[in-house]
């Protein structure tokens, strides 16, 4: 049954530059393209071509050492230019290059409901497109050899100059629902779709068919997908759900009813940094260079594959991460300034009231990076739970995995919080406490530990 949950708890960073409806560019301007491994949790991969040799798009580049039937596959036909290693010549990005041709792998055009769950968890493998499918617990790539409970699509972004879905998608109404009906077979349960309440609903979600359809309403993270299965179906110890991107969902779609591997994305180009903030066709993994030319003012930038607050810092020459809908572009913080916290901070925000701004809600600010303080000692108090609206303890959960109390993580609910659902305790805490690592050591502990 659908549900319409108004939420109160939480904090909508008002940052200037957010992307103005307008598309521009194509795929062809794409120089190069990255698949990397590092975008995953719990993943060693393995090449599964050498450099120098030639794909097409659907063509295996490389898999997971610990479950091989799980492909990555290229989203373009091109050559592999380079596969880039770190320290202890771990492997961070195979680089493609592409050649205009647009040659891809064929794959079965048929009805998922027709063809059977075995059959589709085997296209997805095989094309590569099971890895945009995500799992709860743990946030890693979902395990085909499992039936989750539930799969969960939030249908709206609410995250920082976060791009718009109801424009992105608009006009791609079948393909949407062929993704669906794709998630339909993979699972025993109900397909969960939330929308933004706060606007009437899209044609896109309204005309949606075999999906339970749910309304968020508040402020940031009302749009993250796990606050939505905290208020509509709660993770369980030993239970599993998976969840998928809205725009990701489409390539699955149009593998099914185009038989290819179709990578192309809509991504938004935002930030105070950027002169005409505004939405980009291009391809997953795209190198950003030829986005960012001549649209980025100044040369002391941080620029983010993402939002502000779970985002990848990447270079100007970068690549976007395999589940970015957006590039975001701030100033760098590494400046000083005069009286710092003492001053007014009329131009300042706060997720308190520590500057007068709080008079001025409906003002936006240019912020950079500076967290404007030093890291000290964790105090209990109702500041994390003011951001964060899921029945957890967020404080006491943090405390928890810092101490490796494997029993109290779980009390806790460890298991129904990743990264991006605490993103807003770390940007409101006091003590700049490093909430999303400590969680993330803490999910790979429990993943190490209990599985």
């Given at each position: 049954?659908?549900?319409?949950?108004?939420?109160?708890?939480?904090?909508?960073?008002?940052?200037?530059?957010?992307?103005?409806?307008?598309?521009?560019?194509?795929?062809?301007?794409?120089?190069?393209?990255?698949?990397?491994?590092?975008?995953?949790?719990?993943?060693?991969?393995?090449?599964?071509?050498?450099?120098?040799?030639?794909?097409?798009?659907?063509?295996?580049?490389?898999?997971?050492?610990?479950?091989?039937?799980?492909?990555?596959?290229?989203?373009?036909?091109?050559?592999?230019?380079?596969?880039?290693?770190?320290?202890?010549?771990?492997?961070?990005?195979?680089?493609?290059?592409?050649?205009?041709?647009?040659?891809?792998?064929?794959?079965?055009?048929?009805?998922?409901?027709?063809?059977?769950?075995?059959?589709?968890?085997?296209?997805?493998?095989?094309?590569?497109?099971?890895?945009?499918?995500?799992?709860?617990?743990?946030?890693?790539?979902?395990?085909?050899?499992?039936?989750?409970?539930?799969?969960?699509?939030?249908?709206?972004?609410?995250?920082?100059?976060?791009?718009?879905?109801?424009?992105?998608?608009?006009?791609?109404?079948?393909?949407?629902q062929m993704g669906i009906d794709v998630l339909k077979v993979l699972t025993n349960g109900q397909v969960h779709l939330s929308y933004n309440g706060a606007y009437p609903m899209s044609k896109i979600y309204s005309s949606v068919k075999g999906a339970e359809i749910h309304e968020f309403e508040g402020p940031h993270p009302a749009g993250n997908v796990g606050v939505q299965i905290n208020h509509i179906d709660?993770?369980?110890?030993?239970?599993?759900?998976?969840?998928?991107?809205?725009?990701?969902?489409?390539?699955?779609?149009?593998?099914?009813?185009?038989?290819?591997?179709?990578?192309?994305?809509?991504?938004?180009?935002?930030?105070?940094?950027?002169?005409?903030?505004?939405?980009?066709?291009?391809?997953?993994?795209?190198?950003?260079?030829?986005?960012?030319?001549?649209?980025?003012?100044?040369?002391?930038?941080?620029?983010?594959?993402?939002?502000?607050?779970?985002?990848?810092?990447?270079?100007?020459?970068?690549?976007?991460?395999?589940?970015?809908?957006?590039?975001?572009?701030?100033?760098?913080?590494?400046?000083?300034?005069?009286?710092?916290?003492?001053?007014?901070?009329?131009?300042?925000?706060?997720?308190?009231?520590?500057?007068?701004?709080?008079?001025?809600?409906?003002?936006?600010?240019?912020?950079?990076?500076?967290?404007?303080?030093?890291?000290?000692?964790?105090?209990?108090?109702?500041?994390?739970?003011?951001?964060?609206?899921?029945?957890?303890?967020?404080?006491?959960?943090?405390?928890?995995?810092?101490?490796?109390?494997?029993d109290k993580m779980e009390q806790l609910g460890i298991y129904e919080v990743i990264e991006e659902d605490l993103a807003l305790c770390e940007f409101a805490c006091t003590s700049k406490i490093q909430v999303q690592k400590i969680l993330r050591n803490g999910l790979n502990l429990m993943y190490t530990e209990v599985g």
């Open positions: 049954m659908s549900q319409k949950v108004k939420l109160r708890k939480g904090l909508n960073i008002p940052l200037k530059g957010k992307a103005e409806k307008v598309f521009e560019q194509s795929t062809s301007a794409v120089k190069s393209i990255a698949l990397k491994p590092t975008d995953f949790n719990m993943l060693t991969p393995k090449p599964a071509i050498a450099e120098g040799d030639k794909v097409k798009a659907g063509d295996a580049v490389f898999f997971d050492k610990n479950h091989p039937e799980v492909k990555f596959t290229s989203p373009v036909s091109g050559t592999l230019k380079q596969i880039v290693r770190g320290d202890r010549r771990r492997i961070l990005a195979f680089v493609i290059e592409p050649d205009g041709q647009n040659e891809s792998v064929k794959f079965e055009v048929a009805n998922p409901a027709k063809m059977g769950r075995e059959k589709v968890v085997e296209t997805l493998l095989n094309a590569g497109a099971w890895p945009l499918i995500k799992q709860r617990p743990y946030d890693i790539i979902a395990n085909p050899s499992q039936t989750p409970k539930a799969i969960f699509v939030s249908g709206f972004d609410s995250a920082p100059l976060a791009p718009d879905y109801d424009f992105i998608l608009s006009g791609q109404e079948s393909d949407f709660p993770i369980n110890k030993g239970e599993i759900v998976w969840t998928i991107n809205p725009q990701d969902l489409l390539i699955i779609g149009r593998l099914f009813s185009k038989g290819v591997f179709d990578a192309t994305k809509v991504i938004a180009l935002t930030g105070s940094q950027v002169k005409a903030p505004k939405y980009y066709r291009t391809v997953l993994g795209a190198n950003v260079a030829s986005i960012l030319a001549g649209n980025v003012e100044g040369d002391n930038n941080r620029i983010i594959s993402g939002n502000v607050l779970t985002g990848t810092q990447i270079d100007a020459n970068g690549y976007l991460g395999f589940f970015s809908n957006q590039i975001t572009v701030i100033p760098e913080g590494n400046d000083y300034e005069f009286m710092g916290w003492a001053a007014p901070g009329f131009n300042k925000f706060s997720a308190g009231r520590t500057f007068f701004s709080w008079l001025m809600p409906k003002k936006e600010y240019e912020m950079n990076t500076n967290t404007h303080g030093e890291p000290r000692a964790i105090v209990v108090s109702n500041q994390y739970d003011s951001v964060l609206p899921m029945d957890i303890y967020p404080e006491f959960l943090v405390k928890a995995i810092m101490a490796q109390d494997i």
